[in-house]
Every structure is written in C-alpha cells, then in structure tokens.
C-alpha cells in the first residue's frame, strides 16, 4: 500500500544544497517534505566525512549561522591554521586548530582566507535543529527518491515515488519539487539534458577545455578519522588489509590533513581512487575504497613512524566521498569564462551566489587559481525541459571546469538557500522569478551576492591575514 502525502515544495536529498533549500523555504511559510536516503542530514559534509569548509567567498547567510549556532557547542567547530605544505618527504598538507581567531569572516576568501572545521555529527544535530525549528518541514530520513510521476504534457513534476528503509512506499504530491541529490536523479529520471565528465574545447569555447577521449572525473576520497594514543596505551598500528586490490609500493600516501576541534585528525586520501573508478564501480565502490583506505594508514604508520606511530583509527566515515558525477545543462551553464570575467565583467542580472574556489580536479587534470570572486546565475539551477524543478546541489548546471570551481559546500548552500527561497517568493511560477526581488530577499537573509559582505578581501575592519599563513595558490 502506499501512502500519499502532500506539501508546497518535496527537497530530495538533504545535503548542503538540500538542507538549505528546505531550511530557507520553511522559514519564509512554505509547508516543505525533505526526504534523505541516509540516516542524517548534511550529506557528503558529515556522512563522508568531508567536515571542511574551504574558505570561499560568499560563504554567507545560513552557513554563517550554522557557525554561529556551532561554536555554542564544545569543540564543535573551529578555524584552522597552515602547520605543513605538501613536500616530497612529508606527502601531506596539514592544517592544526587556531586557537586564537573564531571571527567566521576570516573564512570568506579562497584567497587570503583560513578553513572551518567540524564534527560531522554536530552539523547533522544543529542542521536537524534548525529544520525543526521552522516548524514547517518534515524531514523523512531513511528515505529513498525511486521515480518520478509527470503530467500528461510532461513538463510538469506532478509527483515522486520514494521507498523507507523498512519498504514503506510513499507517494509525494507538490507543486514544487527540489533535486539536492547530488547525482540529480530527479533530473535524469525526467530525461532533462545532462552530462558527466569534461567538455572538451567546442562544447563551450573553455580555454582550458581538454578533449579526453576517456571519462576524466575528479578522484574519489575514502576519508577516516585518527585519534592519539591515550599515555599508556599500546600504538596501535593498523594491519596490512588482506582484501585490499592495490599493492602496498602502488599506494599513494598524499594526505589532506585537516584537525578535529578536539585534536583528532581528518585523514582524506587525495589518490586512492579515480572519480571514473569510483563510478564505474557504482554499489561497490566505498567497499574497494576503504580497504585501499586501511592499507593507507598502514603505509603511513608504517613508513612515517615518527609522526603517526602514536595515533590510531578510531572511523571511517559511512560514504564515499565523491566529488563528481552528472551535471545538468539547465537554462545557463556555468563555464570558465564567467570565472575568468569575475563579478564585475559577468554580464548576468540573474546572480545569486558568488565564489572564487581554485579551478581543482584533483588529480584528474591540471589545477589553477581563480583571480576573484566570480557569480552563479540562477539559471544555472533550472531544467529547461520542466517548469517545476531546481537543481540546488552539486551536480546543477555548470561546466565540468565551472563544477571543478564552485561545487563547495557552502556555495552549495547558498544555491540551496537561493532555490528554496524562490519557491517562497514565486511558487510554482518560479521560471518567471524576478530576479532583483530574489536577490534582495537573500540579502535580507544574510546571504550576500555581493562582495561588500561576502569577501574578505574587501571588509575594511577585519584584519588581513599575513601572505606567509595564507591558502597556499596553486
Ligand atoms: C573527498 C571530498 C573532499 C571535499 N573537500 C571539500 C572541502 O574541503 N571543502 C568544501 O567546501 N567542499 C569540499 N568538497 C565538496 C563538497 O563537499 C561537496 O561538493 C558538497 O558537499 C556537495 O553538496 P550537495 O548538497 O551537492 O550534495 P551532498 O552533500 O552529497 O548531498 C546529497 C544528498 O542526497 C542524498 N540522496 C542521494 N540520492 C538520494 C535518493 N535517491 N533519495 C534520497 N536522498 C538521496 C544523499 O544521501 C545526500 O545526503 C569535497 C568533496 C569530497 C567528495
């Protein structure tokens, strides 16, 4: 028997982009239904262990209160300070607790700005918290999208099909529906235009564009979390895995290192697997991930003794962190000339984020900076085929070197925020959304698509970081 229940807007998927959507329209008296397949909320940001936000401009609005509401917490969440550069001898880049500065400023610049970190489960808890307190949505964890219903003329969403965990099927019936599936699987199973993998030079004239004959997608990362040796205790060193499919002398120990408020270590493998692997393995991918995971710390324990030889694995996050798969071609398609224009040159009035991450493809093709902050149309976030659905996470419509940019989880927020939003302020006309009347409604929200309030390197009153403890370019 399935079960039909009702609301203004259903978010699927209840990530960064999803939290934000349901969170934002909630608030401003849109009766919302949020489903999330997993067991908590906050998406790749908790349940695969990526508990780091990149300094980025525009980090603004509801990312800035979850900060605020984090930092209520003990040791919930902190800035962090450069301790190493990557080096031939020491493959990792490691950033330690500043314990002097909290101001969440000082994170809005890719530029000059320093991370956050957090406890993957003190976001979960303070997201739920806040989706609680609208009292407008009902969030159905343990709940998986399947399929969605159409009306006749197809272009509009009349309907999805989802699944709980204990087989319950549940029809929900809205006027507004939005994908923050990451993988946009509402999108797909509609059949709206989408891509996955590089370009290549023609598709959108990109300067950096490569035609790779091969799928090339960002590499994967298995993150685990390390702990030190109480006094006393044994070191505890991890055993060479025996269902591991990489030889040990294969094993590349590149580390991103980023600390735990309480002192723990976030250990993300940058080179265990390619994004293509990690795809094509589908199901069994975060299984194959994991053991190359172990072996990992075993190479680091083993081969850099001195430094973690007192530390132990105390989790591996529940996902793999996966940072690319299909992308939408929506109304307008982020490229990397609207990152090469900047916020000043881009010729769009439809601007309703802005960031200014490095162009990074982790491992799958050359790295670069990008200069400044740079805006994402709203556009960016609507299917061209149907007139009730927004795109509000990672896989909306961007290039494959706009995505390598922008796909951060804050700007992912922003763009959630900006989605659920425009259902407040347009409901089901939302193709038809004045766009100043969004913007300025984001801004009385604290989001800021504007560098006033949304860029370091431009407040006036905070002090600058000194160049030698900035983000390391390139
Ligand atoms: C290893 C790694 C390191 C990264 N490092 C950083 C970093 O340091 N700083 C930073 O800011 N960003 C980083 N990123 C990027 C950033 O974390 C992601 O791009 C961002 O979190 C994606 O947010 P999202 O809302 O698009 O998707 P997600 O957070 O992945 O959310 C998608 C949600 O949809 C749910 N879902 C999927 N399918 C279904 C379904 N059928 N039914 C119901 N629910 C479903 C999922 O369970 C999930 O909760 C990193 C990413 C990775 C993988």
Redesign the pocket.
């Known amino acids: 028997m399935t079960t039909t229940l009702t609301a203004d807007l259903c978010v ?7 939290f934000a959507a349901a969170c934002s329209a909630a608030r401003l008296g849109v009766r919302v239904i949020l ?4 067991d908590g909320v906050g ?3 908790t ?2 262990g ?1 508990n ?3 300094p980025v401009a525009g980090g603004t609005g509801l990312c800035t209160e979850l900060y605020e509401s984090l930092r209520r917490l003990p040791q919930a969440a902190c800035l962090q300070a450069r301790k190493y550069s990557y080096h031939p001898d020491r493959p990792w880049g490691w950033y330690d607790r500043d314990l002097q500065n909290s101001d969440y400023r000082l994170s809005l610049s890719r530029r000059s700005g320093v991370p956050i970190t957090f406890e993957p489960q003190a976001l979960d808890d303070v997201m739920r918290h806040l989706l609680a307190a609208t009292g407008n949505c009902d969030l159905h964890l343990g ?3 399947l399929k969605t219903v159409v009306d006749r003329g197809g272009r509009r969403l009349q309907a999805v099909l989802a699944q709980t965990v204990d087989g319950r099927d549940l029809r929900i019936e809205a006027p507004m529906f939005i994908d ?4 946009i ?1 509402l999108a797909r199973g509609l059949g709206c235009e989408h891509t996955i993998g590089p370009e290549g030079p023609r598709v959108y004239g990109e300067r950096s564009a490569s035609a790779d004959a091969h799928l090339v997608l960002n590499n ?2 298995p ?1 685990y979390r390390v702990s030190p040796v109480a006094d006393g205790e044994d070191p505890c060193l991890e055993p060479e895995p025996a269902d591991c499919d990489v030889a040990l002398q294969d094993i590349r120990p590149v580390t991103s290192i980023r600390t735990y408020p309480n002192g723990d270590l976030n250990m ?1 493998p940058l080179h265990l697997m390619t994004g293509a692997e990690a795809f094509e393995l589908g199901a069994r991918a975060r299984e194959v991930a994991f053991a190359r995971a172990r072996l990992h710390w075993h190479v680091l324990q083993s081969r850099y003794a001195d430094t973690f030889g007192a530390w132990k694995r105390t989790w591996m996050s529940p996902a793999l ?3 690319e798969t299909h992308r939408l071609v929506g109304r307008y398609v982020l490229r990397e000339q609207d990152l090469d224009a900047g916020l000043a040159a881009q010729d769009h009035d439809d601007i309703i984020a802005i960031a200014d991450h490095s162009v990074d493809f982790h491992g799958a093709r050359p790295s670069r900076e990008v200069d400044g902050p740079y805006g994402i149309p709203f556009r960016c976030l609507l299917a061209k085929e149907v007139d009730n659905l927004i795109v509000a ?2 896989g909306a419509s961007f290039s494959s070197i706009g995505a390598s940019s922008c ?4 700007t ?1 927020m922003v763009l959630g925020q900006a989605a659920g939003t425009a259902v407040a302020l347009f409901g089901a006309d939302v193709m038809q959304a004045d766009p100043q009347e969004l913007r300025d409604q984001l801004s009385n929200d604290g989001a800021a698509p504007t560098l006033a309030h949304g860029w370091l390197d431009v407040m006036a009153d905070i002090a600058p970081i000194p160049a030698d403890e900035r983000m390391p370019r390139g």
Not at 180 to 183: G, Y
């Open positions: 699927v998927g209840a990530g960064s982009g999803g489903l999330e397949a997993a998406g790749t940001s349940w695969a990526v780091n936000w990149e709940t998986r999208f923050a599936t990451a993988d699987h994967a990362s993150c993300n962190g996966v940072r996470c990672r796909r951060l989880s804050r992912m």
